[in-house]
């Protein structure tokens, strides 16, 4: 019995000198990643616009007007008895309507760059999106200027919330020609 305990403890003896020494690691790495605010607020980060404009205009307009005139002139007597009688009586009256309406409407994303910190916190954005598919290309060119306080969390801002906000949105290729008036068109409209 000896004789195995003498084996066993070898043997346990040879694992714990034979067996690399490990070391214990955290997973937390010591930096601030844990905690870190993953909204652009300096120059250079990045943040995506959620583009929702609509644009709707309508003014119409009313006029309603209207005159009458009349005179009666009753027959004269003595010395004026020349005079007949006679009347006279005028209207006029006019009405005019008129409306204008118009509405426009653009939904996109588009990824800006924070261009300038301005003095009092505010950041000044500027950005474009080229998209082209089947050589019809769309451009979108969006400037700005926002409170950090309005980035969400996903670092995202709503379009609405962009002060100065201006928002170009173009198309270039076969469709955009074919809605372009042709120059003979031109001509004649700018005759006319």
């Known amino acids: 019995m000896r004789k195995g305990f003498l084996i066993i403890l070898s043997l346990c003896l040879i694992l714990i000198f034979t067996v690399s020494v490990t070391e214990a690691t955290s997973l937390w790495n ?8 993953n909204k652009a607020n300096q120059v250079g980060d990045i943040l995506t616009v959620i583009i929702t ?8 307009a009313s006029t309603d007007a209207s005159q009458n005139n009349q005179a009666d002139v009753g027959a004269g007597t003595g ?9 006279f009586s005028q209207s006029d009256s006019s009405n005019a309507t008129g409306s204008t309406s118009r509405s426009g409407s653009l939904s996109a994303e588009i990824t800006v760059q924070i261009e300038e910190e301005l003095a009092n916190g505010n950041l000044k954005i500027s950005g474009t999106r080229s998209v082209k598919i089947n050589d019809e290309t769309q451009d979108i060119k969006l400037t700005g200027i926002v409170r950090p306080e309005d980035i969400s969390p996903q670092n995202t801002i709503e379009s609405n919330y ?8 173009e198309g270039k290729g076969v469709i955009g020609d074919r809605q372009r008036q042709g120059i003979i068109s031109r001509i004649v409209a700018w005759l006319f």
């Open 30 to 37: 010591g930096n601030d990643e844990l905690f870190r605010d």
């Open 53 to 60: 404009e609509d644009a709707t205009a309508t003014q119409q």
């Open 162 to 169: 962009i002060a100065n906000a201006e928002i170009d949105y």
């Open 79 to 87: 010395i004026f008895d020349f005079i007949r009688s006679f009347g």
